[in-house]
């Protein structure tokens, strides 16, 4: 069976410039998490989906980032306008009855 | 949820048992132990969790004490591959879904 699956690996961008990371979370798995994680640091929450619904969005800079999650299936998390501190790792996860969660590899996002 | 302490970092030699501990000394009677481990670029993977019983499977077995204020994670018989960072992380109930992430110990298994 696939495991969450996040594209790209990595990606290279300049400060101000829109970035976009995708999420295909394991097939019936209906909850879906996004998570940034700083250089040394354990991944934090930034947005939870239940289905096609936001429900723990609190941790989500929302004056520059958003996320959708159309059909309740993938995932898209949205930067713009990138800033320097954004530089980290963003990992999607996903979980049928929300007691474990499967991560996917990450994205190494780095901003110039 | 309450906050876990654990060492920032251990050695174990292939094929020794790793023992890695977990203060987590204000959790409360309704609150779980989990394990999660971080390979170099991979994502966490969950390892096993545990309320007051012990517990074990395939991969690690869980030791609470029996005032739950601390635990052991042990990889019986470690390999290079086990090499990674560990979460021990409390959580209130799986329904509540959050995992709040420490930094973890780092754990290096050489030959």
């Known amino acids: 069976e696939a495991g969450v699956v996040q594209s790209p690996r990595y990606k290279i961008i300049e400060k101000k410039q829109p970035v976009a990371f995708w999420c295909n979370p394991i097939?019936?798995?209906?909850?879906l998490y996004w998570y940034r994680q700083n250089l040394g640091q354990g991944p934090e929450l930034l947005i939870r989906?239940?289905?096609?619904?936001?429900?723990?969005d609190s941790q989500l800079p929302k004056d520059r980032f958003s996320a959708e999650r159309l059909k309740g299936v993938d995932s898209t998390l949205k930067i713009q306008p990138a800033e320097l501190g954004d530089s980290a790792v963003y990992l999607c996860?996903?979980?049928?009855?929300?007691?474990?969660?499967?991560f996917g590899a990450g994205t190494r996002l780095s901003v110039l | 949820d309450a906050k876990t302490t654990q060492p920032p970092s251990m050695d174990c030699a292939e094929g020794r048992a790793a023992n890695l501990p977990c203060n987590h000394s204000t959790i409360s009677g309704n609150e779980y132990v989990y394990w999660y481990r971080q390979i170099h670029s991979q994502g966490p993977q969950y390892i096993i969790h545990g309320l007051k019983n012990n517990e074990t499977n395939e991969m690690a077995s869980l030791i609470i004490t029996e005032d739950r204020k601390s635990s052991t994670l042990i990889l019986p018989h470690a390999t290079l591959r086990d090499t990674a960072v560990y979460y021990c992380?409390?959580?209130?109930?799986?329904?509540?879904?959050?995992?709040?992430f420490g930094t973890g110990t780092r754990l290096q298994v050489f030959p």
């Open positions: 996860a996903s979980s049928l009855d929300k007691n474990i969660q499967y």
């Open positions: 992380i409390v959580r209130r109930s799986y329904n509540t879904d959050k995992l709040i």
């Open positions: 989906y239940e289905n096609e619904e936001a429900v723990d």
């Open positions: 097939s019936g798995h209906n909850t």
